[in-house]
């Protein structure tokens, strides 16, 4: 029984694995010309002479990142009064008396979220792991891979992807489709 279900699972997976779509494929898919002009912005904006390579998509994916980190950095830094890097309940009253009351209660959730041990202040280690989180949900794990996996498109395999790549992949896909 357990012999010919690892058959069958054999026989089907790959023609499963080919059927299944990557999620480069499903953008590409689902709008050729906003996935064209992304991309192309990315190769303008983080491609050398040669093109874009897996370097300029890893600093894309650092400089959002640290953008989100240092927004939410900033933001808490803005609270921390005496100036020692952490942020105390009583510091953040202070802050709570001069804002509004929508401004009060996001104040209340976001230190909430960052005091992780609930002793009342938001410390330097926990002020950093809130910049982590920040960064992780402006540019998760999900969306770096299919980033690094534009790098599928590069077709004469220079380690560089170029523009008429792009353009040579949607119209194929298109072509395809
Ligand atoms: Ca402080
Ligand atoms: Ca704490």
Do not use: C
């Not at 008396?97 to 330097?124: K, V, Y």
């Not at 498109?153 to 896909?173: I, P, R, S, Y």
């Amino acid at each position: 029984m357990g012999r010919t279900l690892m058959v069958a699972a054999v026989l089907v997976w790959p023609q499963g694995a080919w059927a299944e779509d990557t999620p480069l494929q499903t953008a590409m898919q689902k709008d050729p010309e906003r996935f064209a002009g992304r991309v192309t912005e990315l190769i303008a904006g983080f491609g050398g002479p040669e093109g874009l390579t897996l370097a300029g998509i890893e600093e894309h994916i650092a400089l959002e990142r640290a953008g989100a980190r240092a927004a939410t950095l900033r933001r808490f830094l803005a609270l921390d009064l005496d100036a020692d890097g952490a942020v105390s309940r009583a510091e953040l009253r202070v802050s709570q008396r001069a804002a509004s009351a929508d401004g009060r209660g996001r104040l209340e959730r976001q230190f909430i979220a960052a005091d992780m041990d609930l002793d009342g202040t938001a410390d330097a280690a926990e002020l950093v792991e809130q910049g982590r989180v920040a960064a992780l949900r402006a540019l998760g794990e999900d969306e770096a891979g299919y980033l690094r996996g534009l790098m599928a498109l590069d077709a004469d395999g220079n380690g560089a992807l170029t523009g008429a790549e792009v353009a040579k992949a949607v119209a194929g896909l298109e072509k395809a489709g």
